[in-house]
C-alpha cells in the first residue's frame, strides 16, 4: 500500500508549478511540429515466426558464409538454446565457437574473440544472446569490418566508412534490448568504469531471426525486466528530439504488442504466441530508438550500470515513471497520444483529454506494480542495493551519456539526483 | 545564400567560438568546471563542411583552450556534412542538440567526453544570441553569469595567438 501511495504522489504536477510551453519543443495545443529533417535506416531482413531458427543455414548460404563465427554464453549452451541453433546448421561448417561471453561485455572481450575470428578462418558471424552477446557480436564485426584490433580507435557516432562487409546474423534470447533492430551497441570501458555508445550503420546485422523457442525459456523475473526495457525504448523513441514518422509507427506498435502479451509471456512462459510477440515488440522498439534515439531514461540506466552494476532491464523498469514525469512537461502531447496503446481505446476515450499524460504515466506505474507482485522485480533503487552515496558519480556519467543530447528537456545534475532520489523509494 | 557566403559566416563564427570559450573559461565558472574536466591535452575539431572553415583547439589550463593550427587527427572531430548545415548551426538557427537530431554532423572520437564540449557550446549559444534566438534553439536557457555585451566586448579584445 505504501508503494501505491507514494507512486501516486509522484503524478503531483512539477515543482516549479510550470506544465507545459515553457520547454522550446513544448506542445502548443496542435502537436509538436515534424522534425524538419529526418534520417530513418532499417536494412535488416526480419525473419520472425514459427520454425524461424530452421532457415539458419539456408540465410548464411545466400550471405555466402562457409565457416561462421557462433557467439554465445555459457547458460544458452547449458539450457541447450545453443543446441537448436547448431543442429539447423545441419552439415554446414562452422569456424569457432565462443560461449565465455560475461553478462556485461567490454572492450577487451571483444578485442579478443576479433583476434579469435582471424586466427580461425572465420567468414561470418551468428550471434545468440541477449543484449550483451549481440553487443559484442557487433564491435567484433566493427573490428574486422574495420581492418583494426582495438576497439577504442573507432569511437564515434555515424563517422565510420563502409569497411569489409562481415556477415552478421543476430538470434536475441530475451525480448528486450532489441540489439538484433540497432545501429547502437553499448559496450563497457572496464578503465573507465562508464559504457560507451558506438553508433554506426555498419552495426545492423544482415538478418535477424526471432523465434519464440529461443526465449521460452527465460524466467519470469527476466521476462519482465527485458520486457520493461522494450517498452522503454518505445516510450523514449516517441518522445525524443530525433522522433520521426516512421520511428513513431515503430514505437507504437511495439507497445501495442508489450501491452497485451507481457504479462502473459511472465505467466506463461510457454505460450509461444506471447513469448513471439514480445519477440516482434523488442526489435520494432529498437528499430524505433536506433532512428530517434533515447533520453534521459537511457543515460541514468547506462550510468546506474556502469557505476553500480544494476541490470539494464531493473534499472528502466525504475527509471521510467521518473523519467516521464521529469519530461512531462514539454512531453504532455506525447504521452498523451501514448495512452491509446498503452491502456486500449476504451481507457483512452474515457480519460479526458488533459488528464491523458498523466493516466498513461498511471499506466506504466500499474504495470510495474503487477510485474513487481508477480517477479519481486524492484521498483526502487533501495530495493535493487543502489548506495546512494554513489548517486553524484552516477550523475556525472549519466550527464556525459549521449542519450542527454536529444532528450526532451534539459537534462542537469541537479535534475539527475532529483530522478535518483525520487527512484530511491524513501 | 552562396556557399562562399556561408562560408565566410562560418569562419567568422568560429573565430568568435574561441574567443567566447575563451572569455567564458574565465568569467563563468559552470564553463570552467566543464572545461577543467576535460582530459589534460584534449584535442578537438569542429570542420564546417567538406572544404569548409574549420577550427582546432586544444585544452589547456590556463586559457582553458589555445587554438591548433595545422591540426591533423584531433581526439573529438565534429565534422558537418555540409557547408550549409554548419551555417544552420553558426548563425543560431538551429541549436546544437537539434543539429545532432536532425544528423548535420558526424562525430569522430569519444562520445562520452563530447558531451561536456556540447554543454560549453550551449553555454555560449545562450551569451552570443539575443533572448529570442537563445530560447528557440535551446531547451533551457541558462542565467547568464555577465551581459553578453559584455562578453563580445571581452572577445573583441581577447587574444588568441
Ligand atoms: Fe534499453
Not at chain 1, 549481440?134 to 573490428?143: E, F, N, Q
Request: glycine fraction near 10%; charged fraction near 25%.
Amino acid at each position: 500500500m505504501a508503494g501505491q501511495r507514494r507512486q501516486e504522489k509522484w503524478l503531483q504536477p512539477d515543482r516549479d508549478g510550470k506544465e507545459s510551453g515553457c520547454g522550446r519543443a513544448a506542445g502548443n495545443g496542435d502537436g509538436r511540429q515534424m522534425t524538419p529533417y529526418f534520417e530513418f535506416t532499417n536494412p535488416t531482413k526480419l525473419c520472425s515466426g514459427k520454425g524461424a531458427v530452421d532457415n539458419l543455414a539456408y540465410e548464411l548460404q545466400i550471405l555466402g558464409v562457409q565457416h561462421p563465427m557462433i557467439l554465445s554464453d555459457a547458460v544458452l549452451e547449458k539450457i541447450g538454446t545453443l543446441r537448436v541453433v547448431l543442429q539447423a546448421l545441419g552439415d554446414r561448417k562452422i569456424g569457432r565457437i565462443f560461449t565465455d561471453i560475461p553478462r556485461d561485455s567490454s572492450v577487451e572481450v571483444v578485442n579478443r574473440i576479433a583476434q579469435e575470428y582471424r586466427d580461425y578462418g572465420c567468414d561470418g558471424i551468428v550471434a545468440l544472446g541477449g543484449g550483451s552477446v549481440l553487443d559484442t557480436a557487433k564491435g567484433v564485426r566493427l573490428l574486422i569490418g574495420q581492418g583494426s584490433d582495438n576497439l577504442l580507435d573507432l569511437m564515434g557516432c555515424e563517422c565510420l566508412p563502409q569497411g569489409e562487409h562481415i556477415p552478421f546474423l543476430a538470434i536475441p534470447t530475451t525480448a528486450g534490448t532489441g540489439s538484433e533492430a540497432t545501429a547502437v551497441a553499448v559496450i563497457r570501458n572496464t578503465e573507465r568504469n562508464i559504457k560507451m555508445e558506438y553508433i554506426s550503420q555498419q552495426l545492423m546485422p544482415d538478418v535477424a531471426i526471432l523465434d519464440a523457442r529461443m526465449t521460452q525459456t527465460l524466467p519470469p523475473r527476466i521476462t519482465a525486466s527485458t520486457g520493461m526495457d522494450t517498452l522503454c525504448h518505445a516510450i523514449e523513441a516517441y518522445s525524443c528530439m530525433q522522433k520521426n514518422p516512421l520511428s513513431d509507427a515503430y514505437a507504437v506498435a511495439a507497445i501495442e504488442l508489450v501491452r497485451g502479451n507481457l504479462m502473459k509471456a511472465v505467466c506463461c512462459g510457454r505460450s509461444r504466441k506471447a513469448r513471439l510477440a514480445m519477440a516482434n515488440a523488442s526489435f520494432l522498439a529498437g528499430a524505433a530508438f536506433s532512428n530517434s534515439m533515447v533520453g534521459v531514461v537511457h543515460a541514468v540506466g547506462h550510468a546506474l550500470g556502469g557505476v553500480c552494476h544494476i541490470a539494464h532491464g531493473d534499472a528502466m523498469n525504475i527509471l521510467l515513471p521518473a523519467g516521464m514525469i521529469f519530461n512531462r512537461k514539454v512531453c504532455r502531447e506525447e504521452y498523451a497520444g501514448l495512452l491509446l496503446y498503452l491502456a486500449g481505446p476504451e481507457v483512452y476515450v474515457q480519460t479526458p483529454k488533459e488528464k491523458r499524460a498523466d493516466r498513461a504515466i498511471t499506466e506504466v506505474l500499474r504495470l510495474r506494480r503487477r510485474l513487481h507482485q508477480l517477479t519481486g522485480l524492484p521498483l526502487t533503487l533501495k530495493e535493487a542495493g543502489v548506495d546512494p552515496a554513489k548517486f553524484p558519480e552516477v550523475a556525472g556519467v549519466a550527464l556525459n551519456d549521449g542519450a542527454v543530447i536529444v532528450n526532451p528537456r534539459q537534462v542537469t545534475y541537479e535534475s539527475v539526483i532529483r530522478i535518483l532520489e525520487m527512484c530511491y523509494g524513501e | 545564400m552562396k556557399n562562399e557566403m556561408m562560408n565566410q559566416m562560418n569562419r567568422l563564427v568560429l573565430a568568435v567560438l574561441l574567443r567566447g570559450l575563451r572569455v567564458l573559461y574565465r568569467s563563468d565558472d559552470r564553463v570552467r568546471a566543464e572545461m577543467d574536466s576535460w582530459r589534460k591535452g584534449l584535442t578537438l575539431k569542429l570542420v564546417c563542411g567538406p572544404g569548409g572553415a574549420a577550427l582546432a583547439v586544444r585544452q589547456d589550463d590556463a586559457c582553458g583552450v589555445v587554438q591548433v593550427r595545422r591540426a591533423q587527427r584531433t581526439d573529438i572531430t565534429m565534422r558537418f556534412k555540409s557547408v550549409s548545415g554548419a551555417f544552420q548551426v553558426l548563425s543560431g538557427q538551429v541549436g546544437i542538440s537539434d543539429a545532432y537530431a536532425r544528423h548535420l554532423f558526424a562525430l569522430e572520437g569519444d562520445i562520452y567526453q563530447t558531451m561536456s564540449f556540447v554543454r560549453c557550446v550551449e553555454y555560449i549559444e545562450a551569451y552570443l544570441f539575443p533572448g529570442f534566438m537563445a530560447r528557440r534553439i535551446l531547451r533551457e536557457v541558462p542565467e547568464k553569469k555577465l551581459s553578453s555585451l559584455r562578453v563580445y566586448a571581452l572577445a573583441a579584445v581577447e587574444r588568441v595567438r
